[in-house]
């Protein structure tokens, strides 16, 4: 061992001893910080239009968009969507002697995401539907590497531990819609869901699929107990089911305005969780941690919006949707100790979406849909929100320099979406659409068929 990695050893060992209570509350699998709730908007036709349908909603999706617009369908309707979505992060996984280097890790899910009956009866609409509201899956592998020395004290930071993140998330409902009409005008909608929440996640430390050696140096921080042994961040595997519901109304005074509100009710889903199994800490007998009752709370999302139809063959359509993210806030950062909880969390984000549809008749009935959209995204991810140079702890204000490193702000992303729909017959409707943004985009297909 060399005199720098000599000095380098003993100043992590002495920080470790200071850091050594915050174990008690732990700390967090960065595995975590990869988490997203990727709210999928129903149906390639309001997909195509940035996903702004609130205030139409006026097709078999809209059990989950606005279920007031149900009742706005003139007969029964049978429909299915199938979708591929992909994701990328941009994470740090390995460093030179003055920079963090980083990489794009892409991972890509498809499934059929909607299938739903609509039945209209008199100043009635029922439904029935599956729907997978999340979809979302991530495979991520680091080097071990240093974080370079950013406080000018002439020796490195911070060490993270060769590690491989794998986690598969999936949010399934079963629901039940119904929606009446109490003005010629005015029509209010509900739908209780069944709701399966299914999570697989692993973050293994000392894990490299491309080596089997242990890293050079352990974290001194945390490590396993043996070299040649992988200690566990984080194990989840289980699924758990829980109601919810989703309220809406719709308002048209005219054929050119139509104005629309829904509420989306996120239940709390229990999972058991392990975490730190295997590893150890100085002076701490034991890091892990069962979670028999580990809370994951889907977040509310309120939305309103106005849609307008100058004429027969043109609308415009604007959504504001308010997602409470921060509704995931208060089991995750218990996990947390105290000292550090207020520099991480997820924060409430506002939607804001804008859509257009341009309709050219082919014949008596059949037509061409053209359709285009844009919307920025808030951030999905629990993340650093800053402020630890300021902490009155020296050693915390020093070793947490890798916060925005290991838990980064994702930021806004900006998504433009376009997609076309052709009706044939006036019996079918095949619709198709597709979403491009930075970190995600996909790609929708949908078909209806009306009795």
């Known amino acids: 061992m060399t005199k720098k990695h000599l000095l380098l050893v003993c100043c992590l060992w002495l920080g470790c001893l200071s850091l050594a209570a915050l174990a008690q509350d732990q700390l967090f699998p960065t595995s975590l910080s990869h988490f997203r709730f990727n709210f999928l908007q129903p149906g390639a036709r309001a997909a195509a239009m940035g996903g702004a349908f609130i205030a139409q909603g006026n097709d078999a999706t809209g059990s989950e968009t606005n279920p007031a617009g149900l009742l706005f369908i003139p007969k029964p309707i049978l429909f299915a969507e199938y979708r591929y979505f992909e994701y990328t992060a941009n994470r740090a996984y390995s460093s030179n002697a003055t920079d963090v280097l980083y990489q794009d890790f892409t991972s890509s899910t498809h499934s059929p995401v ?154 709390t889903h229990k999972l058991d969780a392990v975490f730190y199994d295997n590893l150890v800490l100085p002076g701490v007998p034991s890091l892990r941690t069962e979670y028999p009752g580990f809370e994951i709370n889907v977040p509310d999302r309120a939305g309103a919006a106005v849609s307008i139809t100058p004429n027969a063959n043109l609308t415009f359509l604007f959504d504001f949707v308010r997602v409470f993210y921060s509704d995931l806030n208060d089991q995750f950062l218990t996990v947390l100790a105290p000292e550090i909880r207020d520099y991480f969390g997820w924060e409430d984000g506002n939607e804001y979406r804008v859509g257009a549809e341009y309709l050219i008749p ?90």
């Open 114 to 267: 909607f299938l739903s009956y609509v039945h209209p009866w008199k100043e009635w609409a029922f439904a029935v539907y599956r729907q997978e509201l999340a979809n979302f899956t991530v495979d991520f592998a680091n080097d071990d590497f240093y974080v370079p020395d950013t406080l000018g004290t002439d020796h490195f930071t911070w060490f993270v531990n060769r590690t491989g993140i794998n986690l598969d998330f999936k949010l399934v409902n079963y629901g039940f819609s119904i929606a009446r009409r109490l003005h010629e005008t005015f029509a209010v909608g509900a739908s209780v869901r069944l709701a399966q929440m299914s999570f697989e996640a692993h973050e293994n430390a000392n894990l490299d699929p491309e080596r089997d050696r242990p890293p050079q140096f352990p974290d001194l921080l945390v490590y396993t107990e043996a070299a040649d042994q992988i200690g566990h961040y984080l194990q989840m595997n289980d699924d758990d089911w829980k109601v919810s519901f989703v309220i809406g109304a719709q308002y048209k005074p005219n054929d050119i305005i139509s104005i629309g509100g829904v509420y989306r009710y996120g239940e």
């Open 362 to 451: 082919v014949g008596r009935s059949s037509s061409i849909a053209l359709r285009a959209g844009y919307y920025p995204a808030p951030d999905p991810s629990i993340h650093y929100l800053g402020g630890v140079e300021n902490d009155p702890n020296p050693v915390i204000q020093r070793y947490y320099l890798a916060f925005p490193i290991t838990y980064p702000e994702v930021g806004w992303d900006h998504h433009v979406t376009f997609g076309a729909g052709f009706v044939f017959g006036g019996k079918f409707q095949l619709d198709v659409a597709g979403d491009l943004g930075r970190d995600k985009d996909y790609f929708a297909l949908s078909g209806m068929y009306y009795f």
